[in-house]
């Protein structure tokens, strides 16, 4: 998943959908070569997010930067088994390099199981690098009412817009061979037993 490979022209999307993911490929082109801030990717299933998000982590990747990617159901998975006494990886390590590491990308935010634990943890990642001006990559598929909703004291800070460089992105799942996306250019064969 590179910039290169990202398709701006993506099938069954319209002129205003196609703007979109250009303005989004331009915004993260330029966030992987400065990053500064937070990009906060929103838009429904399959249209780009993780794509864009991908390709941001391998560019500063290859510019030398530290970079921790993960989906946000994961990582709370991977909080969780530190409390295990076999754990390899302490918890307090764990969380020291999620709130600190120079780039993180939170793939999925709001994809994770809605408990009372999850949600502070999320808070206090989310609070520590807004305090510090961390930069940040999110993708997630909810609306701003649907997180103000959820959780409205990390949706006050996804708002922010001294921080937060928000991009709507709009156009048919690319996943979905029904709507267009690039499965249904693919001959379907039928598979062996």
């Known amino acids: 998943m590179t910039f290169e490979g990202f398709e701006v022209n993506a099938p069954g999307a319209d002129a205003e ?3 979109t993911l250009q303005h989004a490929l331009i915004a993260a082109k330029s ?4 990053a500064q801030g937070w ?10 997010k993780t794509h864009l998000s991908v390709a941001i982590s391998g560019e500063r990747i290859r510019l030398g930067q530290m970079v921790f990617f ?3 159901p994961d990582l709370l ?15 307090d390590q764990l969380f020291e390099m999620v709130k600190t590491v120079p ?12 408990t009372a634990w999850a949600q502070e943890k999320m808070f ?10 961390l930069p940040m990559v999110i993708t997630t598929n909810l609306s701003m009412e649907q997180m103000e909703k959820a959780q409205p004291r ?11 460089n928000w991009l709507p992105l709009a156009a048919p799942d690319r996943r979905d061979s029904q709507k267009g996306g690039r499965a249904s250019e693919q001959k379907r064969q039928p598979r062996g037993r």
């Open 103 to 114: 780039l993180l990308i939170l793939d999925d935010m709001g994809a994770e199981s809605s």
């Open 31 to 34: 966030f992987a070569s400065d």
């Open 17 to 19: 959908e196609r703007s």
């Open 154 to 164: 990390l949706a006050s800070r996804l708002k922010d817009v001294t921080l937060v």
């Open 77 to 91: 998975d991977h909080l969780r088994s530190t409390f295990n006494p076999n754990s390899p990886v302490e918890y």
């Open 39 to 48: 990009l906060l990717l929103t838009g429904p299933n399959g249209c780009g």
């Open 124 to 133: 206090q990642i989310t609070v520590h690098r807004h305090n510090h001006r």
């Open 70 to 72: 993960t989906m946000v």
